[in-house]
């Protein structure tokens, strides 16, 4: 098995290949050729910002989210799981994974391990979702809160 450091952590080539297969659904995609290329090069995106999230978040629990995730998107997720107004101050990185986690499928219990690429991966297809019917409510109604 070939491992490589991400990050100074070991991450084994499984991984990312995890993320594309089952996460991504690449076997499925039925495109041949140049297309294929395009849409393999985009699933690598997906997979290296899910692995990136995962590793950063466990070697710097403590810095911003905004290190790696946009002001729409804290604000967003805070919204749809806390039905509340987002603060002033992003939270710190690890409670945007546990958020966007949970939005996948995360316990967050006690005696829970770190969220994992699967629920990071389900995730952010779900928060993409609420993004954009954020966007499509903002542009029937115009921008309400925030």
């Not at 294929?36 to 090069?41: A, D, E, P, R, T």
């Not at 806390?82 to 996948?104: D, F, Q």
């Not at 928060?127 to 029937?140: G, N, T, W």
Request: charged share 25%; with cysteine.
């Amino acid at each position: 098995m070939l491992v490589k450091k991400f990050n100074g952590i070991p991450v084994s080539g499984k991984l990312k290949y995890k993320i594309l297969k089952s996460g991504c659904k690449l076997e499925k995609v039925q495109l041949t050729g140049e297309n294929f290329k395009v849409c393999l090069s985009f699933y690598l995106i997906i997979a290296w910002r899910t692995l990136y999230v995962v590793m950063i978040g466990r070697s710097c629990p403590n810095i911003s989210c905004e290190f790696v995730f946009s002001r729409e998107e804290w604000q967003t997720a805070i919204v749809v799981l806390y039905r509340k107004k987002p603060p002033k101050t992003p939270p710190t990185l690890n409670e945007m994974i546990r958020m966007v986690a949970s939005l996948g499928g995360y316990l967050n219990r006690k005696s829970d391990p770190e969220p994992g690429v699967k629920t990071m991966w389900i995730g952010f297809r779900n928060l993409q979702e609420h993004l954009k019917a954020k966007e499509a409510f903002e542009a029937v109604y115009g921008k309400t809160c925030g």
